[in-house]
């Protein structure tokens, strides 16, 4: 329990420590005032917008500021859209998000047992081609890649939408949803089955495999509980992280397949210069990525044992 | 035949790698009766370990059984199909491993690891496996077993850690168990302990026990019978008191001379000068012969096991 | 009397480290071919000029009227364009090696910089140790546990657009890695003993560092090198492919593709797929070399 205490204080501290970063990256090295402020405004308008946002307030009481409007919700509006920036993000959030997690199962579910496969039989031509696979999938350029997909599948082959975002949870979803996934879990799956390799590599040299198959067990029985269990630790860690990626790589994918969700948001905003919505997406993004470096601690320590024991005596 | 519980005749097993062929056992024969603690003594290297598993048939690549019969009460060991061989592992023959630490999973269970060892040779139910590690820990003298078996081995010490693998190996009544090192990482007193009891649950049970070691101390007070290995042979083998008493192969010579005793303090260690040979590179002959003070021209050749004295010695100048 | 010859003893080539880490490296027939692609882009990126039928960005040798001829045709000049001709009428082939140039350029000089950067800083944690190092590897951990192109986005973001601005948030998001690879290979030597009596022999610490400390990080610096050019090559290309990377006047490999996006549609392939196959085998020739690169230096497992 103190361990889970612990955990989340820091978490806090982290974001703390963001908010800060992103307020000074804001404030501080870019020009505030350019960055915060339309650039069609007249000088009057400018002098007004900036008394009115406190920027020739010492810097302490800006970041003050900053905070309490960010507890509130409040960070600013779009400039391009008029409306509340956080609102902006939180809209396009669920397809992110369903695109993310898509493509994070599809990793998984493809990347660990090709893993496991080509570690536990390493000399197996199958095991060559998944490795010599897997350096490909991590060298392909994701929005080359998507656009390829949509040349073959939805121009040429016509099996599939080429952009767009379906219902949720649909036929048509699915249909939707199936290329930019592919996509975007391609890189993720080289990485995942990798990583599996060289942990059920390690693991099939270990004494207890061998142990385990001096008791007899089923060669299944070896693999799905001694092996996976083992390697399930460190995998489990990276992927929590490669989640984070994930969200934040669905720009790319997003952009290629014209998804509506917050990267696509991003880059448009980038683009036009419509500051308060990228700041929005930071602060949402950097919440996100505390919560599942949370999350992903506090499942190490459920699934490794030694981890528990570790902290408790800390 | 003959009531013998495993009979290894001319066990070959070879590893091929890419700096030649190892002939880490080289045609290797003995016996072990029921309830009978045969010795395997050998330094490091000798073939003892790749013996032991040769008989579990877990001799990964680039290794494989190329020469030899292996018979369990009668059943080739060898002739067996994978499916099979996996039958007799862990119910009729079981094995102990030398580091405890790394045999048990550490992120599973005790009584996981019991469980399913149990499980996997005998129809019974969850319960009845769990009743069942229950009393085999408590045989190896584990107090407050059902405790012990929701922990994980790390919460264990060494010397627990190795009962428990012990208890693993007796859980499914085996005809034999290869004990290999197992003392080895631990304290002399829980090695002394589990020496005791490994030894009473032979007598009790009439498995037959294979202690591999490389400690001639550890074999002199616990085994009934003794084979000594040299570069993947058997040069000398027979009764324990016979062997240490009254060795005929210079090697064994050597190596009873070179424990260090309480009788000869203050003299210096006698040392065997030299060094096993790389198994890749085995001079031809008798293997000892680079470091025997007794070696002749005749030890050019191979001599073969012969039987002198009560004993089966390997030696053209037994002792 | 016969004149005896006397002939030297035949002493066998020293094995300096370097010939038998080529040896190594070479045994692999896959690594070996991705070394040799690898050259011969490097070639062609170096001598584009030469190699190119026509600059496609000197705007008189190009006419609009060769637009989006399909691969195979020739063009005005006289020239046949192999891969074909994007939407304004440049040769692609052209296009593709001008690109090259800047991708490669782009890649190797922000890696280059990122490297040294992040050495100095890891050897300066790892020699130093106590707050230093502790504070060194909290801001380390810290961006390293964003992804690179959630960083790159936010540096683009606050610094804006611009070449100069794409290569420095290019080496803000690299140098972490060498900091952290080259701090983790110096401590390994630094708390041997020797370095500790060469302290107490008050040897300066730059000779300490220099000679001793970095060259036991080299090995790994040469791995995580090769890695991380290629994952910045990729990066500027997916920046410049979003429109927030290199500006129109130095168009890398990335906006060639993103430029072809237009025409996926209408079956006009050639305008973004061959710039992406450039891309492709540059990016994965350098990984495979890698990835070799670190089987050869590390200890290996030989099991």
Not at chain 1, 38 to 59: A, C, H, I, N
Not at chain 1, 220 to 247: A, M
Not at chain 2, 215 to 221: E, Y
Not at chain 3, 238 to 248: D, I, Y
């Amino acid at each position: 329990m103190v361990f889970v205490i612990r955990r989340i204080l820091q978490s806090a501290l982290v974001v703390l420590v963001m908010s800060l970063v992103v307020f000074v990256g804001v404030n501080v090295v870019g020009d505030p005032v350019h960055i915060l402020i339309s650039d069609d405004m007249t000088k009057e308008e400018v002098d007004r917008f900036v008394r009115q946002l406190g920027l020739d307030r010492p810097l302490h009481e800006q970041y003050l500021h900053f905070l309490a409007n960010a507890a509130r919700g409040d960070l600013g509006n779009s400039f391009v859209h008029g409306e509340p920036a956080l609102k902006l993000i939180l809209e396009r959030m669920p397809a992110t998000l369903e695109l993310a997690f898509a493509a994070f199962l599809l990793a998984v579910i493809v990347g660990i047992p090709l893993g496991m496969y080509a570690g536990l039989k390493p000399e197996a031509p199958a095991s060559r081609a998944i490795m010599a696979g897997s350096i490909l999938g991590f060298s392909l350029p994701t929005f080359w890649v998507g656009l390829m997909m949509i040349m073959v599948f939805a121009v040429i082959l016509g099996w599939l939408p080429s952009t767009g975002r379906g219902e949720f949870m649909t036929w048509d979803g699915l249909r939707h949803l199936a290329l930019p996934a592919i996509n975007l879990a391609l890189f993720k799956m080289a990485l995942v089955t990798r990583l599996a390799r060289a942990g059920t590599r390690e693991a099939a040299l270990q004494d207890y495999v061998k142990f385990a198959r001096a008791k007899g067990l089923s060669p299944s029985r070896v693999v799905l509980v001694h092996v996976l269990k083992n390697i399930l630790v460190p995998v489990v860690t990276v992927l929590g992280l490669e989640l984070g990626g994930l969200i934040a790589f669905s720009v790319v994918t997003e952009t290629v397949f014209a998804w509506p969700g917050m990267g696509k948001l991003l880059i448009d905003s980038i683009q036009r210069l419509d500051r308060p919505v990228v700041v929005a997406y930071l602060v949402i993004t950097v919440l996100m990525f505390v919560v599942i470096n949370l999350v992903v601690d506090l499942l190490y320590a459920a699934l490794d044992p030694r981890v528990r024991l570790r902290e408790m005596k800390a | 035949m003959n009531g013998n519980t495993l009979v290894v005749e001319d066990l070959k097993t070879h590893f091929f790698t890419r700096a030649g062929v190892v002939r880490a056992v080289d045609g290797v024969s003995f016996e072990v009766k029921p309830g009978e603690v045969l010795g395997l003594v050998g330094e490091s290297g000798c073939g003892k370990t790749v013996t032991g598993f040769s008989i579990l048939g877990l001799v990964d690549p680039p290794g494989r059984v190329v020469a030899g019969r292996i018979l369990l009460e009668d059943v080739d060991l060898l002739q067996l199909s994978e499916a099979e061989l996996r039958r007799v592992r862990g119910a009729r023959v079981a094995m102990v491993f030398q580091d405890p630490m790394m045999t048990l999973n550490p992120v599973l269970r005790i009584d996981t690891q019991m469980v399913e060892a149990v499980r996997a040779h005998q129809a019974v139910d969850n319960e009845k496996a769990f009743q069942l590690a229950k009393e085999a820990l408590q045989r190896v003298g584990i107090a407050s077993p059902e405790e012990r078996l929701r922990s994980y081995p790390h919460q264990f010490s060494g010397g627990m850690r190795q009962r428990v693998a012990i208890a693993i190996a007796m859980l499914n009544r085996p005809r034999l168990i290869i004990a290999d090192e197992p003392t080895t990482a631990l304290d002399v007193t829980i090695q002394a302990q589990i020496l005791y009891e490994a030894q009473k649950l032979c007598r009790e049970s009439g498995t037959a026990l294979i202690w591999i070691t490389h400690d001639l101390s550890v074999v002199a007070g616990l085994a009934d019978r003794i084979c000594v290995m040299y570069a993947g042979r058997i040069v000398e083998s027979g009764p324990v008191d016979a062997v240490l008493d009254a060795p005929l192969h210079p090697y064994t010579q050597g190596l009873i001379g070179s424990v260090p005793s309480r009788n000869r303090r203050g003299s210096p260690l006698a040392q065997i000068p030299g060094m096993m040979p790389a198994l890749t590179e085995l001079p031809p002959g008798c293997a000892f012969r680079g470091r025997c003070a007794r070696a002749a021209d005749a030890c050019a050749q191979q001599p073969d096991l012969r039987e002198y004295k009560r004993h089966l010695v390997r030696c053209f100048h037994p002792l | 009397m016969s004149a005896r010859v006397e002939t030297l003893p035949v002493v066998p080539k020293p094995e300096t480290p370097l010939r038998r880490l080529a040896s190594e490296f070479f045994a692999s027939r896959v690594a070996t071919g991705a070394f040799a692609a690898l050259m011969v882009i490097v070639f062609m990126a170096l001598f584009a000029p030469f190699l190119a039928p026509q600059n496609p960005y000197d705007l008189a040798t190009v006419t609009v009227m060769d637009a989006r001829l399909a691969p195979g045709e020739r063009g005005s000049a006289g020239f046949l364009m192999w891969l074909g001709a994007d939407g304004a009428g440049r040769d692609m082939w052209s296009a593709i090696l001008y690109g090259l140039r800047i991708s490669l350029g782009v890649g190797v000089a922000s890696g280059i910089v990122a490297l040294a950067i992040g050495t100095a800083i890891g050897l300066l944690a790892a020699y130093r140790g106590g707050w230093v190092d502790a504070l060194i590897m909290r801001v380390v951990d810290l961006q390293l546990s964003f992804p690179a192109i959630l960083v790159a986005l936010i540096l683009v973001a606050i610094l804006g657009r611009g070449a100069d601005k794409v290569m420095i948030a290019l080496i803000l998001v690299q140098w972490a890695y060498y900091a952290r690879t080259v701090r983790g290979s110096a401590l390994v030597e630094r708390r041997k003993e020797y370095v500790e009596a060469a302290q107490c022999l008050a040897l300066p610490a730059s000779r300490i560092v220099f000679r001793h400390l970095l060259p036991n990080c080299l090995a790994p610096m040469i791995v995580v090198g090769t890695l991380q050019t290629a994952h910045a090559i990729s990066l500027e290309a997916t920046l410049s492919f979003l429109g927030v990377g290199l500006p129109l006047t130095e168009p890398s490999l990335g906006l060639l593709i993103a430029n072809g996006f237009e025409y996926m549609l209408s079956g006009k392939y050639w305008i973004s797929f061959y710039p992406g196959l450039a891309l492709l085998a540059t990016i994965m020739s350098i990984n495979l070399v890698g990835d070799r690169l670190r089987d050869v230096l590390n200890p290996r497992l030989e099991r």
